[in-house]
């Protein structure tokens, strides 16, 4: 039996990917899993009750997290065996190899050099992708959420020819899809309003002020944000200021076992994402997947990865101008139109963890590829 280690800068409990991660792992009888994240709450599924946690505090001061998380994680991996090392992001590659026996897989998901935070911050980018660099030597396989991404991770490091790359699509797994009405109950909203969802980490380039300024002149919609994130305060603040406390409404993170209910409460899905960094340019996110597998039509900025899917599948429309309230609008009224559980069943068929396009089992051909 094996011993497999997933190490992640976050918690456990609302990461789709980790969680989808782990339960393909478990599944087979040749693997022993544990898991190194952020102290959280524990996972209300029998099926995670077979993993080792080990569950961190780590310092919130900026950068000094990072070596805190390094150190804390580095001690773990001396005591500890493992077989394979998946490291679930960037800031966990540094204290991942331990040994030449161990395999070593990336998890890039994301061009995290090019994210949105970097954008004015040159010399942060600059140490992120000279970080990168230097660890990628020690990696054995790269799993990228694009063919984009791949791309863009085999021309910017060349110099590493040795490194095999597969994409494991964000897919959420499968749930079965029942319109619900929590979140009208929740914040006391009338019915004749159409709810639009952002889901996800709060903070810039998300879209999440665009969705905030479009309500402000748009109340015959409201907007429900669910998530955390370095921005949800000044968001919070603003429509504090602007006073549109009774449309704009906050929610915390939830574990992502219960995410999908509010989901499904929900009539439009929002991701407007930045185009001004590369690393939006190129997203996949879960949210996508995870709005239309409960029936909501989303509303996309023009991102090459999302517009594919949109001009393949009938499941929303794209905005060229993000500026342009009129154009949001007209899209609105046209995707509120597309049925439900039409959408929930091109996910079902198409964009599913362990689906026909069997994400699941590329993952598993990583893990037991020598």
């Known amino acids: 039996m094996k011993n497999i280690v997933i190490i992640f800068l976050g918690k456990f409990s609302s990461d789709a990917r980790c969680q989808n991660m782990a339960s393909s792992i478990l599944k087979s009888t040749n693997y022993k899993l544990s898991i190194i994240c952020l102290n959280d709450q524990k996972v209300d599924n029998q099926i995670f009750n077979k993993i080792n946690f080990y569950y961190l505090n780590i310092s919130k001061i900026k950068f000094y997290k990072y070596y805190n998380f390094y150190k804390k994680t580095k001690k773990i991996l001396k005591k500890a065996r493992f077989d394979i090392v998946i490291a679930g992001d960037l800031y966990s590659l540094a204290s991942c190899k331990s040994n030449k026996n161990q395999k070593l897989i990336y998890d890039c998901r994301e061009i995290y050099t090019e994210l949105e935070a970097h954008i004015n911050k040159p010399f942060y980018k600059f140490l992120w992708k000279c970080y990168e660099k230097y660890y990628l030597k020690f990696v054995d396989k790269v799993m990228v959420t694009a063919t984009s991404d791949q791309l863009f991770m085999q021309k910017n490091y060349s110099n590493h020819s040795h490194l095999s790359y597969r994409t494991i699509y964000n897919y959420p797994k499968y749930e079965k899809y029942t319109k619900k009405n929590l979140l009208h109950k929740k914040f006391k909203i009338n019915q004749k309003f159409k709810i639009i969802l952002y889901q996800g980490v709060i903070q810039s380039g998300r879209g999440i002020l665009k969705l905030i300024e479009f309500i402000n002149q748009n109340q015959e919609y409201k907007a429900v944000i669910i998530g955390d994130g370095n921005q949800k305060l000044n968001y919070i603040k603003h429509v504090k200021i602007n006073n549109d406390e009774s449309n704009i409404f906050f929610m915390n993170a939830v574990p992502y076992d219960d995410l999908f209910q509010y989901t499904a409460s929900a009539d439009v899905g929002w991701l407007m994402l930045s185009k001004q960094s590369v690393s939006n340019q190129f997203a996949l ?24 899917i949109v001009d393949d599948f009938p499941i929303g429309v794209i905005i060229n101008n993000e500026d342009d309230f009129s154009e949001i609008k007209q899209g609105l009224d046209l995707i509120l139109k597309l049925n439900s559980d039409a959408l929930h069943n091109i996910a079902k068929n198409n964009f599913v963890w362990g689906g026909k396009n069997n994400v699941e089992a590329d993952f598993l051909k990583i893990i037991d590829a020598k």
């Open 285 to 308: 996110p879960n949210k996508l997947f995870e709005y239309i597998l409960m029936g909501l039509p989303i509303i996309s900025s023009n991102i090459n990865n999302i517009k594919k």
